[in-house]
């Protein structure tokens, strides 16, 4: 579907006094009319509600979040979190909610609809969103094997493997750690670098195929069938963090992990990184630019309160990041405290083969000179530092320090904290495939709920505008996953992590950032923010606060293009890097990637990018020739309908015709929604025409 062009008054009314789940006719550009009576609807509030907490809650707020929470401040960096959610991401949020809301289409269709010169945005957003359900299915297929590993016991990720030819440990695994070793060379069979492709893997092909086959199947009906499953995937994670954090309180260490992470440093303020940092994980949280919020307003019914929808869905974002964050970090904590009492125990070891005389003078020291070194556990951690800050010098470098601090500053984020630090934990656990199978359950959750929102955004835009992909939905949604999967198998390779990394940091980043600023130069100057309000006004019946005009038409458009500025030049003065995984040694190393893999970074960028201006040029291009040819064609269409006059002139007024002008084209008359509160009535002469109504009638547009 088409730019919608104005709403005749007849229109009007029978658009805001219908039922709240139809949508209204409009014209494409051949003049036909094109009805959106049968396009889908939410059943109901709560039903919306999970589709977009589900699919702003994803991976990044268990992974992501709290490692940069861990890393820049703790309690500061939430404060300074919470800053810009308010000024910039609850605004741009709510942007995208009302104008998907009031036009009912997707994201080209929403764009478009504004001026066809910006309908590039709409192509740029499916374009990313393409990019992102690539590699994130390939997470979803990592659970997926996780989880099915989790059904047996002892955990195969809870000790090292031998060797069957010398009967020893693996090298590689005694060089780590157990759970380092089955992710890297178990799960993914990884190569020592990029360059290195490698051939495919067999158990992750097939672990990619079942996950595109249950999002294929969980969206073959819309968002009907991916609705229902949005039960349970939107609300069952928070039953298992829920669950984890009850768990997690009873462990040894959790308190050391709670205080660590909200203990406030106020002086991360003055970093620009940090800021940089914050306002990517505020733009990614919310899913801005994807076009996946504004797929999932545009079904709802007409004067629903998006106001509401994006107070309250930011508000449970952030508090899903919390509750994450508490989780990992209790977690965390204990797993710090464990390795911290390990390395006691390996130093009281080393000292009861030291002299007997020697040993003694430095147990002396502990306060306990009867210690039986034998029992680590009769010495605290605490008792320990105390000893080894005074003694540290006469003991030698065998003996180390044992610092929980330390432990906890070794900040773990995304894989390395789902699948090496949590399995690590896991194993640690009574029961322990229970709560495995738990964990990689709740993340296969957060990751299909996501995924279906980031496929709604590729998809509704699609068959709103192109009518012939709209009659045959079914067929698109298994042709659009099987497109997926095939495109997948690149990260199915052995050296496939590396890609996912690839796409992660870059693919979806900067191509977002200009999206969103793009939607917002359209709202707040092409189309103008006070008539935007206007429009919201009327599907609202009341005015939102004036201060979402500056917030739009300044802060948020200052702010984002700060952060594409940040982010261009970061990538510019610091090569990009990619951590890779080292068999030799059994350790990750920092690598550059290679030439090639750098312009195919540029490529994804700028392949996602481009839609915008060819977009702009195409329509610009187009447009007075099409005013050349399509006058006479527009003028017998503009026949058969009715004129107005405002009832206050005098002056009759005829039929326009001239051809659209530049002028036109940078002010658009199209309107989100008819907001005018003039009263209009027919012309004399058509008057006389009309039988039926000898009354002069005041209609209101």
């Not at 605004?91 to 504004?114: C, D, T, Y």
């Not at 309180?249 to 940092?277: C, H, N």
Request: net charge negative; hydrophobic share 45%.
């Amino acid at each position: 579907m088409t730019e919608k062009p104005p709403l005749d008054s007849s229109e009007t009314q029978a658009w805001l006094g219908q039922s709240e789940t139809q949508l209204t006719s409009g014209r494409d550009p051949d003049g036909a009319e094109t009805c959106d009576a049968d396009r889908p609807a939410w059943d109901s509030k709560v039903q919306y509600v999970l589709a977009q907490v589900g699919f702003s809650v994803g991976l990044g707020n268990v992974w992501r979040f709290p490692y940069l929470c861990h890393q820049n401040g703790g309690g500061a960096f939430m404060l300074l979190y919470v800053f810009l959610l308010i000024i910039v991401g609850v605004p741009l949020f709510f942007m995208e909610l009302a104008a998907g809301q009031s036009i009912r289409q997707g994201s080209i269709g929403v764009w478009k609809h504004i001026s066809p010169k910006l309908a590039g945005i709409g192509y740029s957003s499916c374009i990313v969103c393409f990019y992102v359900a690539l590699y994130y299915n390939v997470i979803i297929a990592w659970s997926l094997f996780y989880m099915g590993n989790s059904f047996q016991y002892p955990l195969p990720w809870e000790h090292c493997p031998s060797d069957v030819t010398t009967n020893d440990t693996v090298k590689e695994c005694a060089g780590s750690s157990p759970t380092s070793y089955f992710w890297f060379r178990k799960a993914l069979n990884i190569t020592n670098s990029i360059d290195e492709s490698g051939e495919l893997n067999p158990i992750m092909t097939g672990c990619l195929l079942a996950a595109w086959a249950i999002v294929s199947l969980a969206m073959i009906k819309g968002i009907k069938s991916s609705a229902k499953v949005m039960y349970f995937s939107s609300v069952f994670p928070y039953v298992v963090l829920f669950i984890f954090l009850i768990r997690g309180l009873m462990l040894d260490g959790a308190m050391e992990g709670i205080t660590f992470m909200f203990y406030p440093k106020l002086e991360i303020w003055g970093s620009m990184q940090v800021w940089r940092q914050a306002a990517t994980q505020v733009f990614f949280a919310l899913g801005l630019g994807y076009g996946s919020v504004i797929a999932y307003s545009s079904y709802n019914p007409v004067h629903n309160n998006c106001h509401r929808d994006a107070l309250m869905v930011s508000g449970i974002n952030f508090a899903t990041s919390v509750l994450a964050s508490l989780v990992v970090f209790v977690v965390l904590g204990f797993r710090a405290k464990n390795v911290a009492l390990r390395c006691v125990a390996k130093n009281l070891g080393l000292l009861s083969l030291m002299p007997s005389l020697e040993s003694a003078q430095l147990l002396v020291g502990l306060g306990r000179p009867g210690i039986n070194v034998t029992d680590p556990s009769s010495v605290s951690l605490a008792e320990y530092r105390e000893w080894y800050g005074h003694h540290s010098s006469a003991v030698g470098p065998s003996i180390t320090d044992c610092s929980l601090e330390e432990e906890m500053n070794k900040g773990v984020e995304g894989t390395g904290l789902a699948f090496i630090a949590f399995t690590e934990v896991m194993a640690l656990f009574p029961a322990s495939p229970f709560w495995s199978t738990l964990f990689f359950l709740m993340l296969l959750n957060l990751g299909l709920s996501t995924m279906f929102g980031t496929m709604q955004g590729i998809l509704t835009p699609l068959m709103d505008n192109f009518s012939l992909l709209g009659r045959h939905r079914t067929l698109l949604t298994v042709s659009s996953c099987a497109l997926g999967f095939l495109i997948g198998l690149l990260f199915t390779q052995r050296s496939g992590n590396y890609f996912v990394t690839m796409f992660d940091d870059y693919s979806a980043t900067l191509p977002l950032v200009i999206v969103v600023i793009f939607e917002t130069i359209s709202v707040s100057w092409v189309y103008g923010t006070d008539r935007f309000l206007d429009d919201i006004e009327v599907m609202l019946n009341w005015r939102p606060p004036v201060v979402y005009k500056y917030l739009w038409k300044y802060v948020c458009l200052l702010s984002m293009v700060g952060l594409l500025t940040a982010s261009l030049l970061r990538m510019f003065f610091k090569r990009p890097t990619y951590t890779a995984w080292n068999q030799t040694t059994a350790s990750e190393i920092t690598l550059e990637y290679p030439g090639w893999a750098l312009g195919m970074i540029i490529t994804l960028i700028v392949f996602a990018s481009l839609p915008v201006p060819i977009g702009y040029v195409y329509f610009t291009l187009k447009t007075p020739r099409a005013g050349d040819t399509g006058a006479e064609e527009a003028g017998g269409h503009e026949m058969h309908r009715e004129f107005y006059t405002k009832c206050s002139s005098t002056e009759q007024l005829e039929p326009p015709r001239r051809v659209p002008t530049e002028e036109d084209e940078a002010h658009p008359r199209a309107a989100f929604l008819p907001t005018g509160h003039e009263n209009y009535r027919l012309l004399p002469q058509l008057e006389e025409e009309d039988d039926d109504d000898d009354d002069e009638q005041d209609t209101e547009v």
